[in-house]
């Protein structure tokens, strides 16, 4: 979202909506919306709980519409830090929040005090043999069924930092932990998605494609 | 973890810019970050490798099969919350201004603590204001209750409400705002209730004004009925 909005006339009509402006709103509504929808919708994985987040993050948005402060960030990111909440909320509410528990990797639960990951501790592609091979799988298929494994922390981290392009920052203000938790968890999302990735035998390649 | 733990655990020395190579990627590091970790880069064969990795990570991101898209019907549901929540919100101020006599009491102390030549000023905008809202209000718009009677803001209930002469009102239809504004200015009365259904006001006066106040609205000749309510 934050690569296809434009910042100013978001903080505009934001600053209509606290006026109570439901024209500004609106538009706010179709400007944003499908940004933080994407988001959600990766997140919570069903159309309805979306159609529920996407709806409690505007009346966030028409009752705290003053509160913004762009001193304090860009307003994707205050946007998407309120989706996150809202997304969170509705896992936990439905038991989806945390499958993996963060005691799979207590490694991360201890990280705040360094900020460097442990990196090379583990291969990101492990040597093991695969579980099962799925006869008549790509690398895609493969990749698609792995993100639909991973916890809503891994996910978030890897959406906020590749497919959104957020600053560690950004997703530290968005998800609401420390820097050097984000920098751990993104190392370990990375982890997860490799082991899962070689359960059914496909590793991410270590060359980048050229296209001529 | 201390360095010193980490290597024991590992056995390697962990690479202290690594951590950093994902928002290398991304494109959102400082630019002295972005320089610095570049010529890390250079001569770091384990944050290469990194690098690459998160770059195909990149390129092979899944697209999502389930799209969510914003709907017109999906924001009317927003709006009619909007609504309700606004409307809980009314039904919180009312019943918060019922007890404003603390609020008053603070702003009380807030003005007290002014500075002189801003107190003026606030002072005379207040009172600008005030005359704005009830030239706006009274004419126009009058308030419905839930019980279908009309309220003005000077209405029952209001912690301004005092102990003065009541007088119900009715004035002509031709009368004017700026009429109906100027007499009760002379009158000095202030509206209480109204307009009821059959049109009329209640106004109040301070009870050392009342028969002043009396003559001044039976002499007007766009008064229709000056009634003293005992
Ligand atoms: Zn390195």
């Given at each position: 979202m934050s690569k296809y909005v434009d910042e100013a006339q978001g903080v505009a009509l934001l600053k209509r909506i606290a006026a109570k402006d439901r024209k500004a709103f609106e538009a706010f509504y179709y400007l944003y919306a499908e940004g933080f929808g994407r988001f959600l919708m990766k997140m919570l994985k069903h159309q309805e709980w979306v159609d529920e987040a996407v709806n409690d993050v505007m009346l966030t948005v028409w009752q705290s519409a003053g509160s913004y402060d762009p001193e304090k960030g860009r307003l994707s990111t205050w946007l998407f830090g309120i989706a996150h909440k809202k997304g969170l909320k509705l896992l936990e509410r439905n038991g989806r929040y945390r499958e993996e528990s963060l005691e799979d990797y207590p490694e991360e639960a201890d990280s705040d005090e360094d900020g460097a990951p442990e990196l090379y501790n583990t291969d990101m592609s492990p040597n093991s043999q695969p579980e099962r091979v799925v006869m008549g799988w790509e690398l895609g298929d493969a990749m698609s069924w792995a993100f639909s494994k991973l916890s809503a922390d891994h996910l978030a981290v890897i959406d906020l930092c590749f497919a959104e392009g957020y600053s560690y920052q950004e997703i530290a203000d968005i998800v609401g932990c420390p820097i050097n938790t984000v920098k751990t968890r993104l190392f370990h999302a990375r982890k997860r998605l490799a082991e899962l990735l070689a359960r059914k035998g496909f590793s991410l390649p270590e060359q980048v494609k050229v296209t001529i | 973890m201390t360095e010193n733990k980490l290597n024991e655990k590992i056995g390697t020395a962990p690479c202290e810019m690594a951590g950093l190579i994902p928002w290398y990627v991304n494109g959102t590091l400082s630019a002295a970050e972005q320089s610095d970790l570049e010529q890390h880069i250079a001569v770091c064969a384990l944050c290469q490798r990194e690098a690459l990795r998160c770059q195909s990570l990149v390129e092979e991101l899944p697209t999502p099969q389930d799209t969510w898209k914003p709907t017109p019907a999906h924001f009317a549901a927003i709006l009619a919350n909007v609504d309700q929540m606004e409307e809980e919100a009314l039904k919180r101020e009312i019943n918060h201004t019922k007890a404003a006599p603390g609020f008053l009491r603070r702003m009380g102390t807030w003005y007290s603590q002014t500075p002189r030549p801003v107190r003026w000023t606030l002072a005379f905008e207040t009172f600008a204001f005030a005359l704005l809202a009830l030239f706006l209000v009274l004419p126009h718009s009058p308030i419905q209750n839930a019980n279908g009677n009309y309220e003005t803001l000077s209405d029952v209930g209001s912690p301004a409400a005092t102990k003065g002469a009541s007088i119900r009102l009715v004035f002509s239809e031709d009368m004017t705002t700026q009429e109906l504004f100027d007499l009760l200015k002379q009158a000095k009365a202030q509206i209480r209730q109204g307009p009821s259904e059959v049109g009329s006001y209640t106004v109040e006066v301070e009870s050392a004004e009342k028969a002043r106040s009396l003559t001044l609205l039976r002499a007007?000749?766009?008064?229709r009925l000056v009634q003293l309510v005992e």
């Open positions: - | 007007n000749p766009k008064v």
